[in-house]
């Protein structure tokens, strides 16, 4: 059957059904009328299954687009779409394309860039490469998602030009150049309006302007109220509602919703319910697993290098490794992006370089341990540590990201690197000694001095399963590292301007007509505790309890998020 002839013989509460989950990665099946149940999975960096299912942990979103490669991410967009077939996922949720406004948001490392153009032109690639085969992307987050802090209550302001220019033109490439199946829409408001109940956002704009032709699809948990968010553009809640079809019927009833608008929210649905996914010959585990490797050692980003690299035998006989992440790479962020290989696809930095260049003498220093406490200080620790590598030829120093920093639902506390990492830089530095220090990180880091000092630097990313590999290749010489840096990196982590700084003053008796000429904080606080200048600010209020208190979120590109709470 057709899908219009399908529509004839859905009832009002089957077509409901439809439109909400099944459970919490699966959506409605009809079996009466062939509509089958349909597959969702998190993404973007790979499948978040369980680890015996060993789904490939291709590299996180921040180091695919320091490649500048679209052709390579069509491949990476393929590979996943591949291991998509053969774990049975009809829908990856994935890619991430918001705009990297605030450097400190935990989020980060899941989005392409801070330039929208080089993440439509990125995102792109990867959808028309995930849906050569059938399956379904769900572009995200739709729209001004741009820190995890209060995701789920903010009200984000941007002016028409700003909205347009930045934070919506990279959705707006992407529909036009791959027409994603689906767009995921995200848990803040716009202009006050819940984003899963904002008709400009998701109709006049998504739909009827860009002439997207898939369906929007809610972030799991986003929809306050279902007939309002249906009537306003969106197609499917997740995860499931189980009185969707009350909620759909009174909103019937009460004129919020048209029959004709329910029946297009269940036709978009439908023509990816009825969609097939490719059938691949055969699936290949290696070769994703090569390909991992190919655009982790790609996104690379060479800062610095004084001459020191690339490593070779006969100029570096004795090496040191110092770090952790040296031995098990940081290869990716948490929350819904994580995912699970087996362990023999998890490749070693010291491992690799062992393997690639076996006639040197490698040393290998933990120093410091993330999350452990101990009684014994570090800094008395460095006589010892200068004494390890007072022979050694080379010092390669892994620092980057506390793994629980790049992260979803909170933001970043800081950019700077651990003073903990800094000071054994520091220590090798003032041996005398070459030291290249080795970056693994979701998104900008802050380097301290020391960045002066050393012999080289190397931005590593989150490079997935195959970033101990990617590591050796680049030092060793074996790849180039052409990669380039898609978002900026701070000198100093003072001269951020931060997404939220919460600006407390205290108005009396405020009437809707109310102009705030100038304001000065009684405190402020950013995710590092750094006070910040706050300029005048001139803003209308809307009308107010007689005392309230007034939270205020300046933020870049003309955005602001306002909200009351009561005194």
């Known amino acids: 059957m057709t899908i219009n002839e399908l529509l004839k013989q859905l009832s009002t509460r089957e077509k409901a059904s439809l439109l909400t989950g099944d459970a919490g990665m699966l959506t409605h099946a009809i079996e009466r009328l062939g509509i089958p149940a349909k597959n969702l999975a998190d993404g973007p960096h790979g499948i978040r299954h369980d680890k015996e299912e060993n789904c490939t942990s291709f590299p996180n979103l921040c180091s695919a687009a320091a490649m500048f490669d679209t052709e390579l991410l069509y491949e990476m967009g393929e590979a996943l779409g591949s291991d998509c077939v053969e774990h049975n996922v009809d829908m990856l949720l994935g890619p991430g394309i918001n705009i990297k406004r605030y450097a400190n948001c935990g989020r980060n490392f899941e989005y392409f860039s801070e330039d929208p153009v080089l993440a439509g032109e990125l995102a792109a690639a990867y959808i028309n490469g995930l849906q050569s085969l059938g399956v379904a992307a769900s572009l995200k987050h739709y729209a001004l998602n741009n820190q995890e802090k209060d995701r789920l209550n903010i009200s984000v302001e941007a002016d028409e030009r700003t909205l347009r220019e930045i934070y919506l033109k990279g959705f707006e490439i992407a529909v036009k150049k791959s027409q994603p199946k689906s767009i995921m829409c995200s848990y803040n408001k716009y202009q006050s309006v819940w984003c899963s109940e904002n008709k400009y956002l998701l109709n006049d704009i998504l739909k009827e302007e860009w002439g997207f032709k898939g369906f929007v699809v809610s972030d799991w948990g986003a929809v306050q109220n279902a007939g309002r968010a249906i009537a306003a553009g969106l197609d499917l809640q ?48 290696n070769r994703r697993h090569d390909i991992a490797r190919r655009v982790a050692a790609a996104g690379t980003v060479l800062l610095k290098n004084d001459g020191v690299l690339p490593l070779n035998s006969e100029k570096y006989k004795r090496i040191a490794v110092v770090g952790e992440y040296g031995d098990i790479a940081l290869s990716y962020g948490q929350g819904s992006a994580e995912v699970f290989p087996h362990d023999e696809y998890i490749e070693s930095p010291l491992a690799e370089l062992k393997k690639a260049l076996p006639e040197s003498e490698f040393i290998y220093l933990k120093t410091y341990e993330k999350r ?28 980057g990201a506390m793994e629980s920093e790049d992260t979803e639902n909170f933001d970043r506390r800081t950019l700077a690197i651990n003073p903990n990492q800094e000071m054994f830089i520091n220590a090798a530095v003032n041996l005398g000694k070459k030291v290249v220090v080795i970056c693994q990180s979701g998104s900008a880091m802050v380097f301290g001095r020391w960045r002066n000092n050393v012999s080289a630097v190397l931005q590593m990313w989150l490079g997935g399963e195959a970033a101990g590999g990617a590591i050796a290749d680049v030092l060793t010489g074996k790849v180039n590292p052409s990669g380039r840096l898609p978002e900026t990196f701070p000198k100093k982590e003072a001269i951020l301007i931060p997404a939220t700084v919460l600006l407390f003053a205290t108005a009396k008796a405020l009437r809707s007509d109310t102009v705030i000429t100038t304001c000065t904080p009684k405190r402020s606080h950013t995710p590092s505790d750094t006070a910040y200048p706050i300029p005048s600010l001139s803003i209308k209020t809307h009308r107010f309890r007689e005392t309230a208190t007034i939270w205020l979120f300046p933020s870049l590109l003309k955005t602001s998020v306002l909200s009351t709470v009561p005194r």
Not at 374 to 398: A, H, Q
């Open 238 to 285: 997740m995860p499931n509602n189980w009185i969707m079809a009350d909620e759909l019927e009174k909103a019937l009833a009460d004129g919020i919703l048209s029959e004709e608008r329910l029946d297009d929210a269940v036709a978009r649905f439908l023509s990816f319910a009825l969609s097939e996914k490719s059938k691949e010959p055969k699936y290949d585990r």
């Open 372 to 399: 452990s406490f101990s009684d014994v200080m570090l800094w008395p620790t460095v006589g010892s540590f200068n004494e390890s590598i007072k022979d050694c030829d080379v010092v390669l120093m892994f620092v």
